[in-house]
């Protein structure tokens, strides 16, 4: 029995996308892995992206590009690294990937308690002005 080298040519394509929900700009993209040996039709890839989001809106019936909001309709169309938006029966509604509210809201408030002079003074209180010894 001889057992044939798996052959670079014979591995199954593997493309990562970065998928965010319709609308939504707190929500942080998910990477899927999408396996073609797994993913063999376009039902199936909207399958997988319906659990890896787990969009509100429920399953997930159309995949667009972010940017200008064209309707991906097969896997040839999907392009590894790339972000899309997945969406419900709803039309596409752009959002600004650029400015993730979240990391902004994270970033100031790091920022705040890395710097002690830029927090607001403490109110005053009797405990605040006693002595140490007392």
Known sequence: MSAEKPNFLSQPEVKNIFVYRNG??????????INSKRVSTF????????????APFGAVR???TPKAGHRVDSLEHLRSGEQYVA???????KIDLAVNPKQ??????ATALRNPC??????????????LGT
């Open 87 to 93: 969406a419900g029966r709803e039309k596409f509604k």
């Open 62 to 64: 159309n995949i667009y």
């Open 43 to 54: 039902d199936t890839l909207l399958r997988e992206v319906t659990g890896g989001v787990r």
């Open 104 to 109: 902004s809201k994270v970033s100031s408030k």
């Open 24 to 33: 939504d700009p707190y929500y942080e993209p998910r990477r899927l892995v």
């Open 118 to 131: 830029s927090q607001p003074p403490l109110a005053d209180s009797k405990a605040s002005i006693l002595p």
